[in-house]
C-alpha cells in the first residue's frame, strides 16, 4: 500500500507536533503541515491534491464550516478528518454535512483520539486504494 499524502492544519504547535510525530512513528511519511486554514487552500488551489486533511475547529469560529466546504469544492476527492476538542453533536453533524468524512475527539488522553485517527486514516486508505 502506498503511503498516502496527508495534510495536517492545526493552529496549535503541540498538536501539530503530536499528530507529525505519531504520523511518522506510524509509517505515514507524505505528511504535510500547514499552518493555517488559508495556506492550505492556496496550495490546494495549485493543484496540490492530498488524500487526507486533518483539521482542527476553532469553538467560538461562527464560520468554522467554510474552510470544509471550500476544500470540498477545491478538491472533491480529499477526505477531511475533524480532529477537534469540541464535544457537540450539531458541529458533528454540521461537519459531516460540510464534508467530512471523520469527526474524532481530542481527549485528555491524546494518544486514545490519535489511535482512532490513526486506525481511520488506515481504513480509509484501503477504501481509497480499493475504489482506484
Known amino acids: ?3 498516502p499524502v496527508i495534510v495536517v492544519v492545526d493552529s496549535n504547535a503541540v498538536h501539530r507536533n503530536l499528530l507529525n ?5 506510524n509509517k505515514f511519511l507524505n505528511v504535510h503541515t500547514f499552518l493555517s486554514q488559508d495556506e492550505c487552500l492556496y496550495r490546494l488551489k495549485k493543484n496540490f491534491i492530498p488524500d487526507f486533511i486533518i483539521t482542527d475547529l476553532e469553538p467560538n469560529d461562527p464560520k ?22 469540541i464535544d457537540d453533536p450539531e458541529i458533528v453533524a454540521g461537519s459531516q ?5 471523520d ?11 490519535i489511535s482512532e485517527l490513526l486506525k481511520n ?12
Open 121 to 132: 486514516i488506515r481504513f480509509l486508505a484501503r477504501e481509497k486504494q480499493g475504489a482506484d
Open 97 to 101: 454535512e460540510a464534508g467530512a468524512v
Open 21 to 25: 510525530y505519531n504520523l511518522a512513528v
Open 64 to 85: 468554522r464550516f467554510d474552510f470544509l466546504f471550500r476544500i470540498r469544492e477545491i478538491s472533491p476527492t480529499t477526505s477531511v478528518i475533524c480532529f477537534t476538542e
Open 103 to 113: 469527526y474524532i475527539l481530542k481527549t485528555n488522553k491524546p494518544d486514545s483520539g
Open 1 to 3: 500500500m502506498k503511503s
